[in-house]
């Protein structure tokens, strides 16, 4: 289980998160949206501990900030919005970055099927600096997904935080990233993932959060937060949500878009 | 997911690539006992080969004029200039995974300057001040604390929220330099004749001046210095991603820059202490074996240490023979050949990122 308790973070004077409450279970994949500025990215930064917060997050009941980097990175992944590499490391090199000795099985075989889980089978000997932006985000992720290969662990759940993982993605790849995020969750570990896209975030979120301002404004299941509500007030426009009729994943689709 | 697929790993050049460097630990090993032979046997008295390594184990007594020259002057100046190459090199390779940058280098950003003032400061003002201490130990202690007060405070100006600027780092590594170089200006002002040629000597880089005294003060710090970079590989590794991915994969971050600061400092500070200002090995002999081997520091570190090493006894040794009787400075060869890698450096990485 992760639970996060009146996260509140400020950056300087302005305190961009006002008392954000967050619980997800293992089993799960988590989508946090909102528009650009409303604290998205600073609360997964909260989550995992890379921003001054007050406030609490637990993992698997222990407080994060009471658990050393190393027990950590035992317990989750984190996959970054961008990420720049500054020597020229193989592709392997860089998701074996990722494996610790803490890893169980081999690192070798982890590695080269991370990577052909991501589609870039075959990609270990590239130079990680001269790949596409989108293959770079591929690569990150099978790093991130070699760090947790085994979605549980003797200390429960193992967790990925993904911040805007299909950002930079073409359509196939942004569904396959999606697809590996749910197969991880359906295997036992949980994922919070930050997402610019409202869709997938339905197609593929068990739960959904939607930020304003600093401020959850909707919380719950994808049919519960993607209502014309909701959206027009978080993203300061007229949003008509319809559903996808027959579709088992409660597909929904925001479209007609106005300004107000 | 749970599951490894039975994935058969092709080729893999990046595990290839570290067991190569690996093994390049021998090579060079080799390397530097081959190089300090020659070194040995080399200058106004030859020694033979032979001669060398039945002195070395003892088998046979020299005459007093040989042992003088072998275990005197030969065999420290050795070892010293094998110890600063190692010590400069290193540095300069870990400087290069803190700054995530191949163009940190000691003498280029600044912090053989801090080195040296500490260094000139105790030289000038040591024993004729209060409370600034003279000696054979106080120079090092001097040279380390003016590297490591460089290190740091450049890491401070040139890190926000985690991205180093490279140009703030090398322009803030200018103003110190300057700063150090006009500080030291002041005690040169100060000196008299006799330190005044120390000094020259001593900035032009040399290791003429080697000795059991001084090689026992700087041979710790730098032996130390050593370990510790060679700790730092994957904790180094990481940080190519970043600090916050370091972090995330399990690194003490905070930690891990203060022990690279500290080996910089202590490495860097030590060796310009014994050696004045030798420069580029720093920045020449990590890209070299990166271009070979490969940037996994888990093998970068050492291998930069024992190829620094090798560099160094060759040079110095071509600064005694090039112009016999006399002999050359050493850190005009290492500018004369490092100046234009570092060049070349910078126009292969123009082509890619600018700076």
């Known amino acids: ?260 | 997911m749970v599951a490894v697929t039975s994935y058969t790993a092709p080729g893999l050049r990046g595990t290839g690539r570290l067991a190569r460097a690996r093994r390049l630990h021998v090579a060079f090993a080799l390397v530097l006992v081959a190089v300090s032979l020659v070194s040995l046997g080399t200058g106004a008295t030859g020694l033979s080969l032979g001669t060398i390594l039945h002195a070395l184990t003892g088998a046979e007594a020299l005459g007093e004029v040989d042992r003088v020259v072998l275990f005197d002057i030969r065999l420290p100046r050795l070892l010293t200039g094998a110890a600063v190459g190692a010590a400069l090199a290193s540095s300069g390779a870990v400087l290069q995974g803190l700054f995530r940058n191949p163009l940190a280098d000691p003498g280029i950003i600044g912090v053989s300057s801090g080195a040296g003032l500490g260094a000139i400061t105790v030289i000038v003002l040591g024993g004729s001040v209060a409370f600034v201490p003279s000696g054979a130990y106080a120079v090092p202690v001097a040279a380390f604390l003016g590297a490591w007060a460089v290190t740091f405070g450049l890491y401070c100006i040139s890190t926000r929220g985690g991205r180093t600027s490279v140009a703030t780092m090398l322009l803030a590594g200018i103003a110190v330099a300057a700063l150090s170089g006009a500080l030291a200006g002041v005690f040169i002002y100060m000196a008299d004749d006799q330190q005044l040629r120390d000094l020259t000597f001593w900035n032009l880089g040399s290791l003429a001046g080697s000795s059991w005294t001084k090689l026992a003060a700087s041979g710790p710090p730098i032996l130390l210095a050593i370990v510790m970079a060679c700790t730092l590989g994957p904790a180094l590794n990481a940080l190519a991603l970043g600090e916050a991915t370091a972090a995330h994969v399990g690194f003490e971050v905070e930690r891990v820059k203060s022990l690279a600061i500290l080996s910089v400092a202590l490495g860097t500070g030590a060796a310009v202490a014994v050696s004045g200002g030798i420069g580029f090995i720093g920045i020449v002999v990590p890209h070299l074996l990166r271009l070979a081997t490969g940037p996994d520091h888990r093998a970068l570190l050492f291998n930069s240490a024992l190829c620094g090493a090798v560099l160094l006894i060759v040079a110095d040794t071509l600064a005694r023979i090039v112009a016999a009787p006399a002999e050359l400075p050493i850190g005009i060869l290492t500018a004369i050949f490092g100046a234009p890698v570092f060049l070349w450096i910078l126009l292969r990485r123009r082509g890619l990122e600018g700076i």
């Open chain 1, 1 to 260: 289980m992760l639970e996060a308790s009146d996260i509140r973070v400020a950056f300087g004077r302005r305190e961009v998160l006002h008392g954000v409450d967050l619980r997800a279970a293992p089993g799960t994949v988590t989508c946090i949206v909102g528009p650009n500025g409303s604290g998205k990215t600073t609360l997964l930064r909260a989550l995992t501990g890379d921003v001054t917060f007050t406030g609490s997050v637990t993992i698997n009941a222990r407080d994060t900030s009471r658990l050393r980097a190393w027990e950590l990175a035992a317990l989750r992944a984190v996959l970054p919005q961008a990420a720049t590499l500054s020597f020229p490391f193989t592709v392997e090199e860089v998701v074996r970055i990722g494996l610790r000795a803490g890893t169980e099985g081999d690192h070798a075989e982890i590695a080269a099927a991370a990577l052909g889980r991501v589609g870039l089978a075959g990609y270990g000997d590239r130079d990680y600096q001269v790949l596409s932006g989108g293959e770079q985000q591929r690569v990150q992720l099978a790093r991130v997904l070699a760090q947790v290969w085994h979605p549980v662990s003797r200390n429960g759940a193992r967790w990925m935080f993904l911040d805007e993982p299909v950002s930079s993605l073409d359509l196939g790849h942004q569904l396959d990233v999606m697809r590996i995020a749910r197969d991880f969750a359906e295997a036992g570990g949980g994922v919070v993932a930050v997402m610019h896209d409202l869709n997938l975030s339905a197609m593929f979120g068990h739960q959904m959060l939607c930020l304003s301002e600093g401020r959850i404004i909707a919380a719950g299941s994808p049919e519960a937060v993607m209502t014309d509500a909701t959206l027009s007030r978080a993203y300061g426009c007229r949003v008509r949500v319809n559903a996808v009729p027959g579709d088992q994943a409660a597909f929904i689709l925001p479209h007609a878009v106005q300004p107000i």
